[in-house]
C-alpha cells in the first residue's frame, strides 16, 4: 500500500527522518525505506559542528554533502541540523573558547554560522539555526555561549544565518516544549520577542522525543499557540520510547502517541513536517541513552514495520 511520503502528499505535509549517513547507500534496506517512505531527510549527526570542523579551520563537509545529493536524487528536501547547540561541538572550540574574549567568539561563532549556510546555501529547506537553548525550568542552558556572549547570541544566530541563505527557513528547535509549561512559555516569550524586534526567525521546531511513561496533554493546543504569532512549526525528532521488553499495553501507548503527534500537526494549518528521529529500532540513539529503554520507532531491528507505521499510514 501506499508509502508514508505519498500519503503525507495528498495533505501537503512533508514527512522526513533522521539520517545515519553511514547506512546510506551501504545498507540496501536502510537506504530503500529512507527513500521510498520520506520526503524529507535531517543528518542525524553530520551536519553538527563537531562534524564539520573536526580541526579548527578544516572542514569536512563530505558526508553532509552525500546526503544532500542523495535527498536532490530522491525529490527530498533537508532539515539542517544543527548550527549553534551546547552539544557535539568540535574539542578545538571546547578547549579554547573558556580563554576567549566574547569578541573571539562572536567571531568564531558568527564565521561557522557564516561557513556552513555559505557552504548549503540554496540545498537546505529548514535551518535549526539554535538547538537546545533553554532548560526544563525555562531558565537560559548555561553554555559556553550564554556565558561569553550573553542571550544575545541567539537572535546574532539568526540574522547570520539569514545574511547567508535569505531563503532558507530558520527554526529555533528544543524538546520538552511539546506541552505548555516553563521551557514551552520560555521559548514562545523568546520567539514573540524576536519576531518584535524584527529578527529573521520562521519557525519552531518541537523535538518530540516522547516515553509512554509521560503525558503530552495539550500538543495541538501549544504548536496552535506558536503558529498564531505568524510562525511555523514543526515536530522534528518524533520518537516514543518505553521500558523493554515492550509489553502490548505499553506498544498500545507507543502507538497512540505517534497517531497524536501526527494528528495534531495534521490539525495546525503552519504545522509544515512532521520529522523522526531514525525510524528503525536497530539504529535509535534512545537505548544508548536511556538506560533500559527502546523500541522507539516505527520498524523494528528487521526493518518489519510496526504497529507504529501503520498508525501514522492511516491517519495520513
Ligand atoms: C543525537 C544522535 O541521535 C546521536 O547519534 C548522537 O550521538 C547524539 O545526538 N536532540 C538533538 C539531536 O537535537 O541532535 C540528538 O541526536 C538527539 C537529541
Redesign the pocket.
Known sequence: SDSLRALAARSGLRIGT?V?TDLLGTDATYTAITDQQFSTVTP??VM?WQLVEPTRGTYDWAAADRLVASARANGQLVRG??LV?H??LPDWLVQAAPAMSADELRAVLKKHVTDEVTHFKGKIWQW?VV??AFNDDGTLRDSIFLQKLGPGYIADAFRWAHAADPKAQLFY?D?NIEYTGPKSNAVYALVTQLKAEGVPIDGVGF?T?LDTQYPLPDLRANLQRFADLGLNVAE??VDVRTTLPVTAVEQSAQVAAYSQTLQACLAVRSCISYTV??FDDGH??VP??FAGEGAANLYDAGYTPKAQYFALQQDL
Open positions: 533522521a545515519n542525524e549527526n553538527k541540523h544543527t547547540w552539544s557535539q535549526d538547538n537546545e528547535n524538546y523535538q522525543h522534528t525528532e528521529w531514525g535509535s540513539w544508548g541513552v
